[in-house]
């Protein structure tokens, strides 16, 4: 049920926040204060908002999704982020109601050379 | 009975983390890793052993913590810090998605991003963990081969300078910031640096300078070095005599974001001058 729930403002957020740049829908699934340990965006509501808005539509493919307890991981492929094919993973941590309170991720834009054949995704 | 799984499938990634990162115990953590393991991180060679080779070429410095981990289906995926790995002075954050397959990992995917200290941070908040890392990490210092990377370029201007293109590798090695003290308060730029190692190049067109021993300590690298070669041209004040000198050279670096960003350096040109007979 929950996590029905959860798999639910996951796909709000990528199918309709990133891919088609409606960032207005966002607030809705969080809940304030909305801790951000993501060094590039200041803490709280606004702070996401702000970023979201600078950085309007993003193009992006969600890979996997984990979903344990509260927490939510999403294993992403932006395709074009800062100018860069960009591999992400978010963690989205949810209240009880199943909005959002806290966020972290990592970025690392796909390297030119691997040292494998498999590709990042 | 997914609940059980789950909870199995997370306890089998943490140990096999712990086995192999930080006990690197070799033998044991062949039980947890599929020999037929698929790697898609960019920086890891393919298969189990692609993997435990870099391990293996990592400094003992290297360290694994893990922080918030999630189970769902077949897939494990654990937040984590790599530090002391000497590939640079940031720690890596990493988020590790691992698939399981009859109790052991058989493919993974990574995300890895450096990890910023608090100033560098606009939310405020430490991307790992409850604190940030200190702004020089001393629990990262640099290995042997890190610091032999970083300071080959510098070291390759010094061998027949006339034929190198000096400037470019002096700004592969080093900060554009970067300063050259001469004495205990005296120093050049890189650029003034770039003119001084043109300038003995024509002088000494056949110099050689090698690395004789190389150490790190913190962010400092520590190199002592052989100059070797013919004046052709006045040498510091003196005229080319058609003899060759063979002297010594201590260079202490400090680093900072991957390239030298100051040197010490005394070199013993009186006794190569007394060797040429001026």
Redesign the interface.
């Known amino acids: 049920m929950k996590k029905d729930q959860i798999r639910k403002v996951i796909n709000v957020i990528y199918d309709q926040v990133f891919n088609q740049g409606q960032a207005d829908l966002y607030p809705d699934l969080v809940s304030g204060p909305y801790?951000?340990?993501?060094?590039?965006?200041?803490?709280g509501v606004a702070?996401v908002m702000g970023f979201l808005k600078q950085v309007g539509r993003l193009h992006c493919e969600v890979?996997?999704?984990?979903?344990?307890?509260d927490?939510?991981?999403v294993?992403v492929r932006y395709l074009n982020l800062f100018g860069k094919e960009t591999?992400?993973?978010d963690?989205f941590r949810f209240d009880d109601a199943g909005k959002i309170v806290e966020h972290?991720d990592?970025?690392?834009p796909?390297?030119a050379?691997?040292?494998?054949?498999?590709?990042?995704? | 009975m997914e609940l059980t799984k789950?909870e199995k499938n997370k306890a089998l990634v943490l140990k096999a983390f712990e086995t192999l990162f930080n006990r690197r115990d070799y033998a044991a953590a062949e039980r947890y890793w599929s020999p037929n393991y698929?790697?898609?991180?960019?920086?890891?060679?393919?298969g189990r052993d692609?993997l435990f080779n870099l391990v293996k070429s990592a400094p003992a410095t290297m360290k694994y913590e893990h922080g918030?981990?999630?189970?769902?289906?077949d897939?494990?995926?654990v937040?984590g810090r790599f530090s002391g790995h000497g590939l640079g002075p940031a720690n890596w954050?990493?988020?590790d998605?691992c698939r399981i397959k009859d109790g052991v990992l058989v493919e993974h995917?990574d995300?890895?991003?450096d990890e910023?200290t608090k100033q560098?941070?606009?939310?405020?908040?430490?991307?790992?963990g409850t604190s940030f890392p200190e702004s020089d990490p001393a629990g990262a210092p640099l290995s042997i081969t890190t610091a032999r990377a970083i300071v080959s370029p510098l070291y390759e201007a010094l061998n027949q300078p006339a034929k190198k293109d000096v400037a470019a590798l002096l700004a592969q090695a080093c900060n554009s910031d970067y300063r050259s003290f001469h004495t205990n308060e005296e120093s050049v730029s890189r650029d003034e640096l770039t003119e001084i190692f043109k300038m003995i190049g024509a002088s000494v067109p056949d110099l050689r300078w090698t690395i004789e021993d190389i150490q790190t300590h913190g962010n400092q690298i520590l190199v002592r070095g052989k100059a070797t070669g013919i004046p052709t041209g006045e040498f510091w004040g003196a005229k080319p005599t058609g003899k060759s000198f063979n002297t010594m050279a201590i260079d202490i670096f400090t680093v900072k974001k991957g390239k030298l960003s100051t040197c010490y350096h005394v070199e013993n040109w009186v006794g190569a001058l007394q060797q040429i007979g001026k």
Do not use: C, Y
């Not at chain 1, 801790?35 to 803490?43: A, T």
């Not at chain 1, 890979?63 to 307890?69: L, T």
């Open positions: 801790i951000q340990h993501n060094p590039l965006v200041p803490d702070g890979k996997r999704i984990a979903i344990d307890g927490l939510a991981f294993h591999a992400g993973v963690i972290w990592g970025l690392q796909v390297p050379e691997s040292n494998n054949s498999n590709t990042m995704f | 789950v698929i790697q898609h991180s960019a920086h890891i060679p393919t692609g918030a981990i999630v189970a769902d289906g897939f494990v995926i937040h954050i990493a988020a998605i995917w995300v890895l991003q910023v560098e941070s606009k939310s405020g908040l430490p991307m790992f």
